[in-house]
């Protein structure tokens, strides 16, 4: 069974750091690309973050570039978040998928973790 | 402002069709595939279409997308009340280099 857990989450101030994992398993974690994506409390889904399955090429939201970092590890099966200068806009529930839309070689493979809620305080 | 324009809202009474759009440019539908979510309250997002037309195991064939141009739609037919959901389409953006979404539309099934 494909799983997808998000950790990491909760309250952070503003200006502050919080690194995001999300751990695989139930598949080859190494032959997909991975995604962040991110829902503000009552909005809509906005990306975050892309990375290929090696790990080479990252793609980030135009809004986002040079605060978050997107990495993995494929030893570890495990997907990653850093971020950094945090403001209270960045307030939403943080969701690690596997990536269709950047790979659609991958077809259906489209899972989603459960989300991990990050909460910024000014 | 998302790069996939959606209307926020869309209504039916069970059994009827109901047609979302989202309609984008050039540099995303008009050149890539589109996707669409399901989305029900406090869950993960649940992928409906792929590839613009194909569905996964598993979602009814009541669900169904297409694509003109620069704007695609998702049709649901024999509307049902645990259709109610939020819906959102998804590509892949040349000139952002990036995933861009719809804002999103809440279907309410009256």
């Known amino acids: 069974e494909v799983q997808l857990l998000e950790s990491g989450g909760g309250l952070v101030q503003s200006g502050g750091s919080v690194r995001l994992s999300c751990a695989a398993s139930?598949?080859?974690?190494?032959?997909?690309?991975m995604s962040w994506v991110r829902q503000a409390p009552g909005k809509g889904l906005e990306w975050v973050s892309s990375?290929?399955?090696?790990?080479?090429?990252?793609y980030y939201a135009d809004s986002l570039k040079g605060r978050f970092t997107i990495s993995r590890d494929n030893s570890k099966s495990t997907l990653f978040l850093q971020m950094n200068s945090l403001r209270a806009e960045d307030t939403a529930v943080y969701y690690c998928r596997t990536d269709i839309v950047l790979v659609p070689a991958s077809l259906d493979f489209d899972y989603w973790g459960q989300g991990t809620l990050v909460t910024v305080s000014s | 402002q998302s790069v996939l324009t959606q209307p926020p809202s869309a209504s039916g009474t069970p059994g009827q069709r109901v047609t979302i759009s989202c309609s984008g440019s050039n540099s995303n539908i008009g050149s890539n595939f589109v996707f669409w979510y399901q989305q029900l309250p406090g869950t993960a997002p649940k992928l409906l279409i792929y590839r613009i037309n194909q569905r996964p195991s598993g979602v009814p064939d009541r669900f169904s997308g297409s694509k003109s141009g620069t704007s695609a739609s998702l049709a649901i037919s024999g509307l049902r009340s645990e259709d109610e959901a939020d819906y959102y389409c998804?590509?892949?953006?040349?000139?952002?280099?990036?995933?861009?979404f719809g804002g999103g539309t809440k279907l309410t099934v009256l």
């Open positions: 990375i290929t399955d090696s790990g080479d090429t990252t």
């Open positions: 998804a590509g892949w953006d040349d000139r952002l280099s990036g995933v861009v």
């Open positions: 139930g598949f080859t974690f190494s032959n997909y690309a």
